[in-house]
């Protein structure tokens, strides 16, 4: 099977930065896509940003020029950097990775969710 493990989550002023990391173990699976979503109290969850295993991303507009998406193949690793948080950016951010096993379809798996603050 395939877990995700989420960290990097925290409390911060506005203005300032975060970066989340997010790191998928298993075994027999290869990911395709990776990515981030978040979900506020009372709200569905949204897309955030993603990437493919080609190193091509995707972000919501509410997130370009601020976030950034990265990932390491070779560790089965995907990054997020949050600048210029707003706290419109508040939410439990969560890593999503599709993942191919073997003798299996594709399949998506969910980090837990990791919770980012912006506050003053």
């Known amino acids: 099977q395939v877990q995700l493990v989420e960290s990097g989550g925290g409390l911060v002023q506005p203005g300032g930065s975060l970066r989340l990391s997010c790191a998928a173990s298993?075994?027999?699976?290869?990911?395709?896509?990776m990515g981030w979503y978040r979900q506020a109290p009372g709200k569905q969850r949204e897309l955030v940003a993603t990437v493919t295993s080609g190193g091509s991303t995707n972000y919501a507009d509410s997130v370009k020029g601020r976030f950034t998406i990265s990932r390491d193949n070779a560790k089965n690793t995907v990054s997020l950097q949050l600048n210029s948080l707003k706290p419109e950016d508040t939410a439990v951010y969560y890593c999503?990775?599709?993942?191919?096993?073997?003798?299996?379809?594709?399949?998506?798996?969910w980090g837990q969710g990791t919770q980012v603050t912006v506050s003053s």
């Open positions: 298993g075994s027999n699976f290869r990911i395709y896509t």
């Open positions: 999503k990775v599709d993942a191919h096993r073997l003798l299996s379809g594709l399949n998506t798996y």
